[in-house]
T-cell receptor, first 116, second 113 residues
Framework: AQTVTQSQPEMSVQEAETVTLSCTYD???????LFWYKQPPSRQMILVIR??????QNATENRFSVNFQKAAKSFSLKISDSQLGDTAMYFC?????????????FGKGTLLTVNP | DAGVIQSPRHEVTEMGQEVTLRCKPI?????LFWYRQTMMRGLELLIY????????DSGMPEDRFSAKMPNASFSTLKIQPSEPRDSAVYFC???????????FGSGTRLTVV
């Protein structure tokens, strides 16, 4: 079974600075997908970024980028120019590739607070 | 598109009562997922459907939980009878093909007293 570990329960950053959230996972699969979701106080789960394991290039979405280290099974999220609206819980998630099993396995989350 | 729509947003019920949570997925999405979120266990997959057919219900806690998807635009998650340990936020999500990730609804916060 796959496991996803987020070792930082809470983090804080000053507005406009850069912060990196850590995520590691354990799997014997070679083909898989990784995701970061954001859950602000409104409770809505919002997809931030997605990475395909067979792509070496790190995914980027505006101020959000990932550092995907497949051999180390590490998938960290970097948020540049942090904004107050980035305050939220951030969840790392894993999905097996191949077949038709589309289950997302989530980590426990990291609560990020952006301070003015 | 209005996104994934869940109702009600909040539900408070007494132990032993039947609870029905509702979900309308995004039109055209062929996968629908029900997740439960608690502080202790985080986000857990309960069940998911593909083209209205249940594919994996191994996460359903026990026989008190049931889910249906009578058509492509509607799904329900029912708990009967409800217990205090069922208190959680229940999310519905939908996806086209699954690999692109899900779009989640706003969730239903269920409190069983």
């Amino acid at each position: 079974a796959q496991t996803v570990t987020q070792s930082q329960p809470e983090m804080s950053v000053q507005e406009a600075e850069t912060v990196t959230l850590s995520c590691t996972y354990d799997t014997s699969e070679n083909n898989y997908y990784l995701f970061w979701y954001k859950q602000p106080p409104s409770r809505q789960m919002i997809l931030v970024i997605r990475q395909e394991a067979y792509k070496q290039q790190n995914a980027t979405e505006n101020r959000f980028s990932v550092n995907f280290q497949k051999a180390a099974k590490s998938f960290s999220l970097k948020i540049s120019d942090s904004q107050l609206g980035d305050t939220a819980m951030y969840f790392c998630a894993f999905m097996k590739g191949g077949g038709s099993n589309y289950k997302l396995t989530f980590g426990k989350g990291t609560l990020l607070t952006v301070n003015p | 598109d209005a996104g994934v729509i869940q109702s009600p947003r909040h539900e408070v019920t007494e132990m032993g009562q039947e609870v029905t949570l509702r979900c309308k997925p995004i039109s055209g999405h062929d996968y629908l997922f029900w997740y439960r979120q608690t502080m202790m266990r985080g986000l857990e997959l309960l069940i998911y459907f593909n083209n209205n057919v249940p594919i994996d219900d191994s996460g359903m806690p026990e026989d008190r939980f049931s889910a249906k998807m009578p058509n492509a635009s509607f799904s329900t998650l029912k708990i009967q009878p409800s217990e205090p340990r069922d208190s959680a936020v229940y999310f519905c999500a939908s996806s086209f093909t699954g690999r692109a990730g899900y779009t989640f609804g706003s969730g239903t916060r269920l409190t069983v007293v």
